[in-house]
């Protein structure tokens, strides 16, 4: 098999072009899927009309997949490897928990020690307008800092805290942060990580830092915050519109992303997402 590839944006990402991602694949035709993914931080898979099973068992050809402990009200009731990110309301009429989730720059699972190596999400249902999701390439925003910066950075390590939320956004579900925080101590990551299969480095921060490790917050924001603005210049970044079943596979090592609430919220968004174990990283930290 050769990949048909279209290349999404100057930073990154490709779409793989006419190909049914539940089909028989062999090792080899997944090894090609497998380092395009390598090669561009993200890929696209459209037309996909797949079932969750179909979902899930894809999703395990790139590694062991998360059962999502952390993240216990977030799953899928009968698939505790499908996290939802969905505005349908619960049976009984109440807001869905999750209807935020992704609003902030972030890596997936940055909070726990075994960050994922990458995730996989499917659109079930879309609004008719917005409800994007930007990409960015933290290999570029790695790469474009200056020498200085490089050296000031390269042995800092960013506390990642779970449950953070931008302050314009309500709280969600009774105690899910407390549960989320409770369930996932801080884990201090370092800020530039190599990829453990390409050997590049990469920026690895995101909105869920407030503070390096052994730095007050007043003398690290103005740090994290001038890092995390790099890292999203357009310059660096991808936009997906999402269509209904479309697949986008992210890697979690060298991209950051952020889902944005550029729709009508009267309107239904459902997407399902499985996640990659990673390799350990980091370590826990007291206090945050
Ligand atoms: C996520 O952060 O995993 C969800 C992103 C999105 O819903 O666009």
């Not at 960013?158 to 953070?164: D, E, V, W």
Request: net charge negative; aromatic share 8%; with cysteine.
């Amino acid at each position: 098999m050769s990949l048909k590839l279209r290349k999404l944006s100057y930073a990154l990402g490709a779409e793989v072009c006419d190909i049914d991602v539940a089909a028989p694949m062999s090792e080899v035709a997944f090894g090609e899927i497998y380092k395009a993914f390598l090669d561009h931080g993200i890929l696209l898979f459209r037309d996909q009309d797949i079932t969750r099973e179909q979902h899930i068992e894809f999703s395990r050809r790139f590694g062991e997949l998360d059962k999502h402990e952390s993240l216990p009200q977030d799953r899928h009731p009968d698939h505790p490897e499908l996290l939802l990110v969905t505005n349908e309301p619960n049976a009984d009429g109440t807001p869905s928990n999750s209807r935020y989730t992704g609003r902030q720059w972030h890596s997936d699972m940055s909070f726990t020690p075994i960050p994922s190596l990458g995730s996989l999400l499917k659109s079930w249902t879309v609004p008719e307008v917005g409800g994007d999701t930007l990409f960015a390439n933290m290999t570029m925003a790695y790469d474009t800092l200056s020498g200085g910066m490089k050296k000031l950075i390269a042995d800092l390590h960013g506390i990642q805290l779970a449950g953070t939320r931008k302050i314009n956004y309500a709280p969600t579900g009774v105690g899910r942060a407390e549960e989320q925080r409770k369930l996932n101590p801080p884990i201090a990551q370092p800020v530039v990580r190599v990829h453990p299969e390409t050997g590049k480095k990469a920026l690895y921060l995101g909105e869920k830092v407030k503070r390096f490790d052994g730095m007050t917050e007043a003398e690290s924001l103005p740090l994290i915050q001038y890092l995390n603005a790099h890292a999203t210049k357009p310059e660096f970044v991808y936009r997906q519109q999402w269509r209904k079943n479309d697949i986008v596979v992210w890697d979690n090592r060298c991209t950051m992303h952020q889902a944005l609430g550029d729709f009508d919220e009267t309107q239904r968004r459902h997407m399902e997402r499985t996640t990659v174990l990673g390799t350990p990283s980091g370590y826990a930290v007291m206090g945050g």
